[in-house]
C-alpha cells in the first residue's frame, strides 16, 4: 500500500487546491503590506506561508486513516493547549484577551486556531463509523459533548469569536449524519427563544458589555451610530470598502484609510476592507471567485472520499471556512457586527495560515487515498 501511495504522490496531489491556497496568502500578503508597509506584518506572512506548505506536504502525504484513529490523542493535546494559555505567565494577553502562547522562533501561537482540527477529528471519528439511520439523542449529545468541552475553554480567554468558528463544524456533521428533523427543528426553536433571552439577561446582568451592546445597534441602526464611539469600526469600514470603487484608488496612498490609520486592524479582521480600497470591485469579486473555486474544489473531494470519516472531515472543514468567509465580509460591509473573525488565508496571523493549511493537506491526502483500502 505504501508503494501504491508514494507512486501516486504527485500523479494524484490536488495541484489546484494547493495552488489557489497559496495564490489567496499571496494575494493577502500584498494586502497587508498595503495596509501596513511600515510594518513586518507581511514579511512575516512569507515565512509563515513557506512553514505552512511544509506542514501541508507532511500531512498530504501521511495516512489520513492513522492520525483519524489518533484523535483522541491529538483531541487531548488540544485541550492541554486551551489549558496552559489560560495560566498566567505561560498565556499572553493581547486586547483583553488571553490567546496567545509565545513560543521561539515561532513568536505568538493561538491553540484555539488548531484546536479545530482535532475536534474535526474526532467527530469524523465517532460519526464515520457509525451505521447508517438517523441519529438517536446519544450520538447528538456526545457530538455536542466533543465541541463543548474547548468550546468553554475558548470562552474563558474569552474569545467569542473564535468560538463561533466551531459551531459550524458540528452542524455539518450532524447533518451528513442523518440527524433527525425534530431535533434541528428544537435546536432552531430553543435559538430563537435563548438568544434574545439571553441578550435580555446578559445586558441586566452586566454579562453583555456596553461596547458589546453598541455594537449590535450598529448593525440595526447604522444611521444613528456614533461615528466617533461603538460604530467607528463599522463606519470606517464601510468608507474604505467605498473609496475603492471600481477599480480601487491605484497606489493613491496618501488618501487610504489604512496606511492614515482611520481604519482599525486593517492587517486582520479588516484584510477584505483594505482589498476593496486597493483592488476595487473587481479584486473583491476575483477574491470571492477564487474562494468558490477552492472551496468547490475541496466539496468535489469528499464526494471523492474512500470512506464516510475522510467525507466528513471535508465537509466539516469546509463548513468552518465557508462560515469564517461570510462573518468577515459580511463584518466589513457593515451586515454584520464586529466580532473579530480573520479571513480565511488573507488575514495576517501564522497560527490561521498554519491551520488552514493543515486542513488542506488533509483533505488532499484524503482524495490521493480513494483508491487505497
Not at 72 to 96: A, H, Q, S
Not at 223 to 251: C, F, N, W
Amino acid at each position: 500500500m505504501v508503494a501504491i501511495i508514494e507512486k501516486r504522490n504527485f500523479r494524484d496531489f490536488d495541484w489546484l487546491v494547493a495552488l489557489l491556497a497559496v495564490a489567496i496568502v499571496c494575494f493577502g500578503v500584498w494586502q497587508i503590506y498595503n495596509a501596513q508597509p511600515e510594518t513586518t506584518y507581511w514579511s512575516k506572512q512569507i515565512t509563515g506561508l513557506f512553514i505552512a506548505l511544509v506542514a501541508l506536504i507532511v500531512v498530504a502525504t501521511s495516512d489520513y486513516r492513522r492520525i483519524i484513529d489518533a484523535a483522541p490523542f491529538f483531541y487531548g493535546i488540544g485541550l492541554i493547549l486551551l489549558i496552559l494559555v489560560l495560566v498566567p505567565g505561560i498565556g499572553m494577553r493581547i486586547n483583553g484577551q488571553q490567546a496567545w502562547i509565545k513560543l521561539p522562533l515561532v513568536g505568538q501561537f493561538q491553540p484555539s486556531e488548531f484546536v479545530k482540527i482535532p475536534v474535526v477529528l474526532m467527530l469524523a471519528k465517532y460519526f464515520g463509523s457509525r451505521k447508517a439511520g438517523t441519529l438517536r439523542l446519544k450520538e447528538v449529545i456526545v457530538g455536542v459533548g466533543i465541541l463543548a468541552v474547548p468550546l468553554a475553554l475558548i470562552m474563558f480567554e474569552p474569545d467569542a469569536g473564535q468560538a463561533m468558528t466551531y459551531f459550524p463544524i458540528l452542524a455539518v456533521v450532524l447533518f451528513l449524519s442523518a440527524v433527525k428533523i425534530r431535533y434541528v427543528a428544537l435546536t432552531i426553536v430553543a435559538g430563537l427563544i435563548f438568544v434574545p433571552l439571553a441578550y435580555y439577561i446578559g445586558v441586566e446582568t452586566g454579562k453583555i458589555k456596553g461596547y458589546q451592546q453598541e455594537r449590535i445597534k450598529v448593525i440595526l441602526d447604522p444611521e444613528a451610530a456614533d461615528p466617533r464611539g461603538y460604530g467607528y469600526h463599522t463606519v470606517q469600514s464601510m468608507i474604505t470598502v467605498g473609496k475603492g470603487s471600481l477599480t480601487g484608488i491605484k497606489g493613491d496612498t496618501d488618501n487610504s484609510q489604512s496606511v492614515l490609520k482611520f481604519l482599525p486592524e486593517p492587517h486582520t479582521d479588516f484584510i477584505f476592507a483594505v482589498t476593496a480600497e486597493n483592488t476595487g470591485f473587481v479584486g473583491c469579486i476575483s477574491l470571492l471567485l477564487a474562494y468558490a473555486l477552492l472551496l468547490s474544489r475541496l466539496v468535489a473531494g469528499a464526494k471523492q472520499a474512500g470512506d464516510r470519516a475522510g467525507m466528513l472531515v471535508i465537509m466539516a472543514i469546509v463548513g468552518s471556512l465557508t462560515f469564517q468567509i461570510f462573518i468577515n465580509v459580511g463584518m466589513t460591509l457593515g451586515f454584520l457586527p464586529v466580532i473579530g473573525v480573520p479571513l480565511p488565508l488573507m488575514s495576517a496571523g501564522l497560527s490561521a495560515v498554519l491551520s488552514t493549511f493543515i486542513a488542506i493537506g488533509f483533505v488532499i491526502s484524503i482524495k490521493m487515498r480513494r483508491f487505497v483500502n
